[in-house]
């Protein structure tokens, strides 16, 4: 075990990649507490990790996602600045260097992203989960990383997690998010939603918990030796 940083202010979420295409994963990291974007680079050194701030003036980060959000070849990343209800991406040189753009200026607290082609077209869209039940799940298209067309999945819970995966292997991305506790029993906690390719979901399935059960994070894996090819992971609180 090696340690990577003591300067981060309450790190939210990390995120793995070779930001400047020098052949090492470097980090992508939010500091909750300090409005920090941080890259944290990767020399070949475990022992430094320099530390670059791609964004000071965010209102708190949490969740990212990384990926080629508009094609050009250089690594991109995403933001949720929970606190001042906005998404940003920032465009990436291949060197380090990072342009803020915005995905959607008035989504209500923001809390994980996912970056993921979901209507086949070639660019990487995005679906977002949200601490707010006005838009706890809500899908992003890209339309050429200029103009992004939102779609409001789900309301009524505060979200907590998001994931992404073909659940019934139709070659298609799935959804799964998981949310608060409600106030009456059976409760949804959690949703999965069936994509089909073209940017439409339908729910698959809903998870029911008690009504004083949140249920805090997902996670998808592909397990060929199972017979849906799927394993599902819940983490209850």
Not at 36 to 59: M, T
Not at 92 to 117: A, H, M, Q, T, Y
Not at 209 to 227: G, Y
Request: hydrophobic residues 40%.
């Amino acid at each position: 075990m090696y340690r990577i940083s003591d300067l981060l202010d309450y790190p939210a979420d990390i995120e793995l990649a070779d930001i400047d295409k020098d052949g090492d994963l470097d980090i992508f990291a939010t500091a909750r507490n300090s409005n920090d974007l941080v890259w944290l680079r990767n020399d070949g050194n475990k022992l430094d990790w320099p530390s670059f701030i791609i964004e000071e003036n965010a209102n708190t980060p949490l969740g990212i996602a990384t990926g080629d959000i508009d094609a050009d070849g250089n690594i991109d990343v995403a933001l949720c600045s929970n606190g001042d209800a906005k998404l940003f991406w920032y465009k990436g040189d291949g060197k380090g260097g990072f342009s803020r753009r915005v995905i959607d200026p008035n989504l209500l607290n923001p809390r994980e992203i996912k970056l993921v082609d979901f209507d086949k077209d070639g660019d990487l869209d995005a679906a977002v989960i949200c601490s707010n039940v006005a838009n706890t799940v809500s899908l992003y298209i890209n339309e050429n990383a200029t103009t992004w067309t939102r779609k409001i999945l789900y309301t009524k819970r505060i979200g907590f997690d998001i994931e992404v995966g073909d659940l019934n292997k139709d070659g298609f991305p799935d959804l799964g998010a998981v949310f608060s506790a409600g106030s009456t029993s059976p409760n949804t906690g959690g949703i999965f939603w069936s994509g089909d390719g073209k940017g439409n979901f339908t729910i698959l399935q809903g998870i029911t918990t008690s009504n004083s059960v949140d249920m805090t994070a997902i996670k998808f894996a592909d397990v060929e030796r199972w017979r849906s090819g799927c394993f599902v992971n819940l983490v209850f609180g």
